[in-house]
């Protein structure tokens, strides 16, 4: 989503940390530009023209520091400001002294209500949980199939409303009921969106909160939807006291400007972000790192958190030994850590997470993510063999492995030789002397 935004602001930071003198006059001629980006990315007005002040103000009033240039100083008040503009820090979702801890979820129909209670469901339950969903969506076509297949494909139970039941209080007490009988610890409420909002659809809303009582309340809100967002929230939070909020479809084009303006308006707290749609793309959100991303900074954090959390680590650990008993990696290896790679999304937005690399990079590397299937494809067509040791790959065998995979012998040759390559490379860099590399594949990530 970010995409546009940060290559602008790349170009306003990258001058502003080049600078060696900050005067009012150089000031002000950067918070021209700044406030020329954040406008065009749809960011609330009121809100960029406090955030200019808060800047000016800091820049005009701070010290220098002899060690730190003042353009650098400028770019860390900045950063410092758009982790405020975005909610400071991230706030945990409550948790009840007593147990199930009832999260309600609420928002137009199309933001993702139901997608996020599944993603949800599974990240509550990948930290030990025990959730259960209610199928409180009852006029939208096909909501409680929806939810009851995604209950089925995670293995967590949904409370649904027996045939002909159309009254939500019955489904909503039916369903703490039984969460009570199962022991779940979250009860998850999927319930109704409209197209539009109404006061009919406020009202049964406001009813289904006194009924149970939760303790967040959570508003799903499409990123995609620009400043519309704001309104939404703003809508929503008069009448039901929002708790926080999910901002979902972080992965699309849009200009980025909901995300910025959703909390300095409304005061209510982004918790969780939804990046793909995929069920594990859900994130608890980070201010601090947002904005660092926003920057051109990376999110080494998140990168190394979605590493601990995706890969595999049996199988980091059996490479690690091997790596430790001095023995090259083969194509095995290779195609079990390219597979963990694959688990911690697209390679573009795991690029961006690394300081560094900026916008233009990434525009002169052509990410093909078929290629990886093709790999993968090339690699499964070897025999045990040829995978550990890739020098018996003759002209005969190579095609037989071309036509298994589907592909051109040159893409087997291609393969082979880059392997080669980055094994070379790896030796020179000692990344099979132990050290380094083991290090790496301790925190779940590859070492290439």
């Known amino acids: 989503m970010f995409e546009e935004l940060t290559e602008k602001l790349e170009g306003v930071i990258r001058r502003l940390g080049g600078r060696a003198v900050l005067n009012e006059t150089s000031i002000r001629e950067s918070l021209r530009e700044i406030r020329r980006v954040l406008l065009e990315a749809d960011v609330n007005y009121r809100l960029v023209q406090d955030f200019l002040k808060r800047v000016e103000e800091q820049a005009q009033g701070r010290e220098v520091i002899k060690s730190v240039s003042p353009g650098q100083m400028m770019v860390k008040i900045v950063y410092d400001e758009l982790v405020s503009m975005l909610g400071g820090s991230s706030k945990p979702l409550a948790a009840a002294s007593r147990p199930p801890t009832v999260i309600m979820l609420v928002g137009l129909q199309g933001s993702g209500k139901t997608t996020t209670a599944g993603k949800m469901a599974l990240w509550l339950k990948n930290q030990g949980g025990s959730p259960l969903m209610i199928a409180a969506d009852i006029y939208r076509p096909a909501a409680v199939e929806q939810l009851q297949t995604l209950g089925r494909d995670l293995d967590v139970p949904v409370h649904a409303p027996s045939p002909g039941d159309r009254q939500v209080e019955s489904i909503i007490t039916g369903g703490l009921a039984r969460a009570n009988e199962l022991g779940a610890d979250t009860v998850l409420i999927d319930t109704a969106g409209r197209l539009h909002i109404d006061r009919r659809m406020m009202d049964e809303l406001v009813a289904v909160k006194n009924l149970a009582g939760p303790h967040e309340v959570l508003l799903v ?188 012998v040159q893409e087997v040759n291609q393969l082979v030789k880059q392997f080669d390559q980055m094994r070379k490379m790896m030796k020179k860099m000692g990344l099979f002397s132990g050290g380094q590399s083991a290090a790496m594949m301790r925190g779940g990530l590859p070492p290439f």
């Open 221 to 408: 809100v499409d990123g995609m939807t620009g400043q519309d967002a704001v309104s939404i929230a703003q809508s929503f939070h008069r009448d039901l006291e929002l708790s926080g909020l999910v901002l979902t479809k972080l992965d699309g084009d849009a200009r980025g400007g909901a995300a910025l303006s959703i909390y300095g308006v409304t005061r209510v707290p982004i918790k969780l972000i939804g990046v793909g749609e995929k069920l594990d793309a859900l994130e608890v959100f980070h201010p601090d790192r947002m904005a660092s991303r926003l920057l051109q900074m990376g999110d080494v954090v998140t990168l190394v958190e979605r590493a601990g959390e995706r890969m595999d680590q049996e199988a980091a650990e059996a490479l690690e030994k091997k790596v430790l008993k001095h023995r090259d990696m083969d194509l095995e290896d290779f195609l079990s850590t390219l597979r963990q790679l694959q688990k911690l999304g697209p390679l573009e937005s795991l690029l961006r997470m690394i300081p560094g690399v900026n916008s233009k990079m990434l525009k002169a590397v052509k990410i093909d993510q078929n290629r990886f299937k093709k790999v993968e494809a090339i690699i499964l067509s070897m025999t045990p063999e040829e995978r550990t040791r890739p020098g018996v790959l003759n002209a005969s065998r190579r095609r037989r492995v071309a036509g298994g995979a589907g592909v051109a």
